[in-house]
T-cell receptor, first 112, second 118 residues
Framework: GQNIDQPTEMTATEGAIVQINCTYQTSGFNGLFWYQQHAGEAPTFLSYNVLDGLEEKGRFSSFLSRSKGYSYLLLKELQMKDSASYLCAVIQSTSGTYKYIFGTGTRLKVLA | GAVVSQHPSWVICKSGTSVKIECRSLDFQATTMFWYRQFPKQSLMLMATSNEGSKATYEQGVEKDKFLINHASLTLSTLTVTSAHPEDSSFYIC??????????????FGEGSRLTVL
C-alpha cells in the first residue's frame, strides 16, 4: 500500500514564503511531482523530483529526500493567485507498470 | 505540453442511467491513461489504469462492473458510469502518460467532467 500525507490547509500572507510538506510511504518509488489545482479545474504541473535535492523553477522550488520519504514545495513571493490546492504525487512502479498516486492535498489561502 | 480533451465537461443525469465520459489524446499516442475521481475538497483518487488493447487495471475498492473502461485506440479512452446513483456524483478526470509503458514523465490532464446524479 501507500500513504502520502500533506497538511490539509495552510494560510499565508501575500509576499511571504510558504513551505508545503509531503511525506510518503510507498513501494517502487520512481519520482515525485507537485501539481497546482484551482477549484473546478484540472491540475497543472509544477515540478518533478526523482533524485535527492532541490529543484528550482522561478518562484517555486521542490525538494526531495528519498531516504526520509519526504518532499516539500516552497513558494516564494506569494501572490493572491497562488491560492489553490497543491498536490504531491508519487510514481509507483511495480513489475514494469506504473501509476501516479496523489497525496491528500493542501489548500493554500493567500491573504492580502 | 500534450493536449488532452475530455468530454463532456459536465453532465446531469437521473439515478439509474449510464453516463459515458471520453478522454482523447490529441497530439500523441497514449498507451496508458489514468482515470481519477475527486470529491469536493479532497484529492485525486486513482480509479483505474486504462491500457490500450487490454483490460483496465482497477484500484482496490473500485467496482469494475460499475465503472467500465474501454481503451480501444491509442488516442481514446472512455469511462462509463453504469446505473449511476447520487453517491457517484463527483469530478472525474483523465490523465495521459505519453509514449510506451514504462515512461514516468509528466502527467497531462483532461479538463475533467463533473457528474451530478439526481
Amino acid at each position: 500500500g501507500q500513504n502520502i500525507d500533506q497538511p490539509t490547509e495552510m494560510t499565508a500572507t501575500e509576499g511571504a514564503i510558504v513551505q508545503i510538506n509531503c511525506t510518503y510511504q510507498t513501494s517502487g518509488f520512481n519520482g515525485l511531482f507537485w501539481y497546482q489545482q484551482h477549484a473546478g479545474e484540472a491540475p497543472t504541473f509544477l515540478s518533478y523530483n526523482v533524485l535527492d535535492g532541490l529543484e528550482e523553477k522561478g518562484r517555486f522550488s521542490s525538494f526531495l529526500s528519498r531516504s526520509k520519504g519526504y518532499s516539500y514545495l516552497l513558494l516564494k513571493e506569494l501572490q493572491m493567485k497562488d491560492s489553490a490546492s497543491y498536490l504531491c504525487a508519487v510514481i509507483q512502479s511495480t513489475s514494469g507498470t506504473y501509476k501516479y498516486i496523489f497525496g491528500t492535498g493542501t489548500r493554500l489561502k493567500v491573504l492580502a | 505540453g500534450a493536449v488532452v480533451s475530455q468530454h463532456p465537461s459536465w453532465v446531469i443525469c437521473k439515478s439509474g442511467t449510464s453516463v459515458k465520459i471520453e478522454c482523447r489524446s490529441l497530439d500523441f499516442q497514449a498507451t496508458t491513461m489514468f482515470w481519477y475521481r475527486q470529491f469536493p475538497k479532497q484529492s485525486l483518487m486513482l480509479m483505474a489504469t486504462s491500457n490500450e488493447g487490454s483490460k483496465a487495471t482497477y484500484e482496490q475498492g473500485v467496482e469494475k462492473d460499475k465503472f467500465l473502461i474501454n481503451h480501444a485506440s491509442l488516442t481514446l479512452s472512455t469511462l462509463t458510469v453504469t446505473s449511476a446513483h447520487p453517491e457517484d456524483s463527483s469530478f472525474y478526470i483523465c490523465s495521459v502518460s505519453p509514449g510506451a509503458s514504462g515512461y514516468t514523465g509528466e502527467l497531462f490532464f483532461g479538463e475533467g467532467s463533473r457528474l451530478t446524479v439526481l
